[in-house]
Structure formats: C-alpha cells, structure tokens
C-alpha cells in the first residue's frame, strides 16, 4: 500500500533528552524509549517534545524532496527512523537512523524485516549521511530548543537482515557536521563488497577505520592516502594476498587482517614499517615460516591465532621490542632457548596448544608479566620471573601445587581451575601479593574426605583478603 508522501519514506524524528552519562536511546516501534542503566525506561510524551519532532521531521521531508534524494536500488516504502539525542547542556551528542521495510493494515503501521533482495544498498549508506550533514546545521542545529552550540554528533547504522536487527555504527561519521573531525570510520558488518575509498578520503583526519565483517573481495592502496590513520580493522573478509595492497604509511600502527583467506601474506605488508600491532590469525599462511616479522622493527603486539603453527616461526625471537606473543589455538610443543631474546616480552599466551611444560627459559623473560596457558597438558612448572604478575594455569593436568611460586612477590592472580589436584594447598606455597585464586573444579575441593580441609583453607584465604573461586 503506497502512503501519498513526498518519498516512499516515512519519516520519524525524535527529540530526547540524555545526560553524556546515559546510554544511547533505543527505539522500539513507534516509541521512543531511554534504555537507562540506573533508572527504569521512559516514554517520551512531552507535547513540546512531539512539536518539535513533528516539526523537524516535515522540514527533513521537504528537504530530501528537495534534493530528490535515491536512497536505495529498490522501489521501496519504507520507515527512517532518526534519533537525536541532547544533553543537560542543548548539545546535541549523538544521533541514530535506522530503516525498516513498513506497509499499513487498518491504518495502522507494521514494520518488517528486509529480505536480502530488498537491503538498503550502499547509496543509502554513503548518501544518507552526506544529506544529513547538509540538512543538521540548517534545519536543527539553530533552533533555540537545542541550542547554538554542537559538541559532537554521532551516527549509527542498523542494517537489517533477515535475522534479528543489529546495529552497525558508523561512529562520528559527522562530528560537529564537519568530516575533517571524524576522527572513527565504523563500517562493521555493512555486507560492503567493495572499499568506497573516494568517500573515504573526505575524512582526511580520520584515524581509525573498521571495514571488519563484510564482503571485501579487495583492498585498495588508495586507502592509505588517509594520513593519519593509525588503525585499520579488514578482518572477516574475503581478501587475500592478491587482492590486498598496501603503501608506504607514516602513522599506521595497528593492522588486523585475520579471519580472511590469505595463504600467504601479502608482499606489500613490508612497506608498512611503523605497524606495531599486527593480528593475521585465522588464515592459512603456508610459508608463514619464511616471513620476516623482525624487519618490522615497531612491532610490539603480534597474534597468531589459529594458524596451525607447530612452532614459532624464528624470526619472530629476533624482535627484540616484541611485548605481546599471541597464540592461541595452535599445535606447539616446544619452544627454542632463542625465546630468552624476547627481553621486551610483557604478554607470552600459548593457551590450546599441546605444551607439556612451559619452556625453562622463561625466568630470563625479565619484563614478563602474564602467561596464559590454559588448555594444556602440562603438568610441571619451571621456575618463573619475579616480574610476572598473572599466571593462567587453568585446565591442564597438575596433580600437586606448585612449590616455586612463593618467592613471585609481583603475583597477584593465579587460575589453577580444571586441574586434578587431590592434595590440600598449604597457605605456604601461594605469594605474599596474591589478590585472586582460581581452583574451582579440582578433584580435592569436591571430595567429601576432604571437605573439612577445603573449607578452612577457603576460609583462611578470604580472612587474608583473597578472592578465591
């Protein structure tokens, strides 16, 4: 049923008022809700309030007639929801639109879910916001009942699928109206296939861009025009060493490229010399062996997740600023003695492997702070460094505690769940500064004989202020 409007587009503007403390409002329906953490949901009623939304919602109407606005490929009537949010002060804070596929039954409107010939198509995306940047200061911003002075505007995107509704925020696509503020380009979960670079580069102060969770079969180079980007998130794509390229960057420091379908990575990657966070796992790199981490002298963070890794490819115990060692969910066994170059070492996580012990050389790891190694099968512990402050030993097959961590006077949390300790703890064996300990899940905490022996050492924990689980 066609609604005789100016577009195929009904549009809904509310007006709310939040403190910069409060959440983002959520809209159910036609209602409009605070989703408040420290006070219970409001409808928002006021007859000043309807005024104003009734108002600005017909001035926005008339605009994108105006404008002769195409906001997608499809014919469609739809709903556009568009939310602006104002603090104590009349600054408007933040802003959200979403679109729902809407029809009338008995004069009453029904929203439903867009099928996937039906999604909105990234000329909504990228035109939308233009139109909005254009049309807020003119129409809104001036208005006495908001105020003369805008902090921040931020929008967000709800792309609807034929699942249940999720939000994808485009974070401060528009502080200010100005895109030479917009420091967060969020485009998460869009079902982009290609990098709308062009409009991209209008942002030239951005310095954080997520294309994560989309359909990117390419990257393109011209990307990096974008001068101070310092993060780029192209994780969960479909891109690979072929299609992937990158230049010469002076700012960019952290680069996630897991979860797509590179086998090796690509050559390019080398020219990004000041990167000091690179995340590649859940791909299957081949020669990942013959890559050379160390050349990437910045380098501080690196994660190897999920990689099928055997062993640690030897360029990485050259990289000597390396402080992050991430490796979750691989095969490896062992470590060479060459690990002790890794003097910067903050975080070593070798969790889901198949270790059978942690390697001897980690007391001469003097920055060391964290070890995760849960989901082992170890069973003995070698000595430690006394920087370390956090020992994750959870789900392995330690039968007795360890005695060699006493002396650790910077420990302070220890998980040794899900082992099959069947002996008592004596209070001897634990460090002078442990905050938190671990032990649920252990054959001695359950067993009736000894379940007297239990509680009193639980007891004596929790009298010594530790947090015990």
Known sequence: ?????????????????????????????????????????????????????????????????????????????????????????????????????????????????????????????????????????????????????????????????????????????????????????????????????????????????????NKLDAFPKQVLKLKKLKSIDISGNYLNQYNTFFKRHRRLEVLNIQNNGFTSLPKSLKKLKKVNNLVIGNNSLYDIQEYKFHKHKKLKDLNFYNLNLEEVPAAVFKMKRLETLDLYFNNVNYFPAELANLKSLKVLAVSYNDMWSLPSVVNQLPELKIIYAHHNQLDRLPDLPASLEELDIGYNQYKVFPNNIAKLGSLKLIDYSNNDLTDGISTDLLPPKLESLFIRNNPFFHDERYEKQAKSFIEKLKGMGVIVK
């Open 1 to 213: 049923m066609r609604i005789p409007i100016l577009l195929s587009f009904v549009v809904l503007l509310a007006l709310s008022r939040v403190s910069a403390q409060e959440n983002v409002i959520i809209m159910e329906d036609s209602l409009y809700r605070i989703e408040n953490p420290n006070s219970a949901s409001r409808e928002i009623s006021s007859a000043k309030e309807v005024m104003e939304r009734e108002t600005i919602a017909r001035q926005f109407r008339i605009f994108l007639h105006d404008k002769k606005a195409k906001f997608s490929d499809k014919d469609l009537d739809c709903t556009l929801s568009l939310n602006f949010y104002m603090n104590s002060r009349n600054e408007v804070t933040a802003a959200t639109y979403d679109f729902s596929k809407m029809s009338f039954v008995d004069g009453k409107m029904i929203r439903h879910k867009f099928t996937s010939a039906e999604k909105d198509s990234l000329a909504l995306i990228l035109n939308l916001p233009d139109l909005l940047e254009e049309f807020a200061p003119k129409m809104i911003f001036k208005r006495k009942y908001l105020g003369d002075h805008v902090q921040y505007l931020y929008f967000s995107l709800r792309k609807v699928s034929d699942g249940p509704p999720q939000k994808n925020k485009l974070e401060e696509l528009l502080a200010n109206a100005q895109p030479d503020t917009i420091k967060t380009i969020n485009l998460t979960g869009m079902e982009l296939t290609e990098v709308p670079w062009k409009q991209l580069l209008r942002f030239k102060n951005a310095e954080k861009l997520n294309l994560n969770d």
